[in-house]
Every structure is written in structure tokens, then in C-alpha cells.
């Protein structure tokens, strides 16, 4: 059993993440912003805790982290106002890195999406903009920490029922996959200490989540 901390859960991947891993006897915590929420991620099996992190300094992250065997960030600011995106994808993120590595946390799982690099090419603009550049600083802090550090890049996003097949290409063009089995690769990388130091890109595809995962990179 594992204790893990789940930082911006109420979102879609976080609620079904949560799901999958207190069906499996994990402990969850899902941090959330809004306590209007506490209600269904309670229904998820998580313990909700109301924390903003994106007005928390790193020493408030660390109390709320304390305890815990690993992190998934999977927070956003939702687009629509640059600076908000960069307060939270970016600073807020990094914070929690910080504060992981405070609180004795090893494992980080970063959800960030696939082509998140410092050369992403967005057009400066593009309202898509603020969010590239939050996450290719974020995922380059974080590559630079001493956590057992894997980030997550999936493609494009939908709302289809998961299939739990994928195709890991960390170059693909495009492509699109449901958040349900984005959920069910960050469940199955927590339990996959090999995975550390790895952005595993990924599209909908043919191959098992289990397969894909343990084939050599």
C-alpha cells in the first residue's frame, strides 16, 4: 500500500486516478482548491484536503505533503489568463517539487502533455502560449531535482471511456487519448520505480498500458 498525494484533484485525470488507486488499497490524498468539491472526490475513496496551492509558499506545501510516499501533480490553471497559468503550471509547480523533497517524498509524477519541451515551437501569440512555456519550465526544474521523477506527456485529450491500450512515442505529431487511461498509466507508473527519469509521450493505441510500460525505452 502506498500513500499518495494527489495535487489538483478534482480535476478529470485526478478524480479517475483516485479511483484506481484506492481500488487497488492505496492511500489517497487529493488536494483541492474549491471545498465545494470535497464531496466527490470524497466518493472517489480519497480524502479530500482544501490547500491552494497556487497561494501556498513552499513550506505550507510541505505540511500538506508530509507523510506521503508519492506526489502526481496533476493541477492547472485552465488556460485563459497567462499570468494565472504561469502562477500555478509553473511556480506553484515548482514549489511543490520542493516541497515534495521536504517533506521526504521521492516519487513525483508529473502530468504534462506530449511535445512539452523548451523548443515547442507555440507561437508566442498563440493563447496556448503561457501554458507551453509554464510546462517546459516546470518539467525542466523538475529534471533537475533529485526525485524519482517521471513526466507523463499525453497527447491531445478526450472524454472517451479508456480502452487501456496505448502507444508510447514521445514523437509523435499528434493524436489523441482518453483521460481515463491517462489515469490508468500514471496508476501503473507509480508502481514502476524503472520508470524514473523517463517522459513517457503517448498516444491511443493497440498496446497494453502494462506492455507499453515495460518495454524498453
Not at 472517489?44 to 513550506?59: I, N
Not at 493563447?127 to 507523463?152: M, N, V
Not at 509523435?172 to 496508476?187: F, I, K, L, W, Y
Amino acid at each position: 500500500m502506498a500513500r499518495v498525494a494527489i495535487i489538483g484533484g478534482h480535476g478529470k485525470i485526478a478524480l479517475q486516478l483516485a479511483r484506481i488507486l484506492t481500488a487497488r488499497g492505496d492511500e489517497v490524498t487529493s488536494v483541492i482548491r474549491n471545498p465545494d468539491q470535497a464531496g466527490e472526490v470524497a466518493a472517489t475513496g480519497a480524502t479530500p484536503v482544501v490547500a491552494d496551492v497556487e497561494g501556498l509558499v513552499t513550506d505550507q506545501i510541505t505540511d500538506v505533503l508530509r507523510g506521503h510516499d508519492a506526489l502526481v501533480w496533476s493541477a492547472g490553471a485552465g488556460g485563459g489568463n497567462p499570468a494565472r497559468t504561469y502562477a500555478v503550471d509553473r511556480d506553484a509547480a515548482i514549489r511543490s517539487m520542493d516541497a515534495a523533497a521536504r517533506a521526504g517524498i521521492g516519487r513525483y509524477v508529473m502530468i504534462s502533455y506530449l511535445g512539452a519541451r523548451p523548443d515547442h515551437g507555440v507561437d508566442p501569440e498563440n493563447s496556448f502560449f503561457a501554458y507551453a512555456e509554464a510546462k517546459a519550465a516546470a518539467d525542466q526544474y523538475l529534471r533537475g531535482t533529485e526525485l524519482d521523477w517521471t513526466i507523463l506527456g499525453p497527447s491531445t485529450l478526450t472524454s472517451d471511456p479508456g480502452t487501456g491500450t496505448i502507444t508510447v512515442d514521445p514523437d509523435a505529431a499528434s493524436g489523441t487519448v482518453p483521460r481515463e487511461d491517462v489515469a490508468r498509466v500514471a496508476a501503473a507508473v507509480l508502481e514502476r520505480p524503472q520508470t524514473a527519469g523517463r517522459f513517457i509521450g503517448f498516444i491511443g493505441g493497440d498496446t497494453p498500458i502494462d506492455q507499453a510500460l515495460d518495454a524498453p525505452s
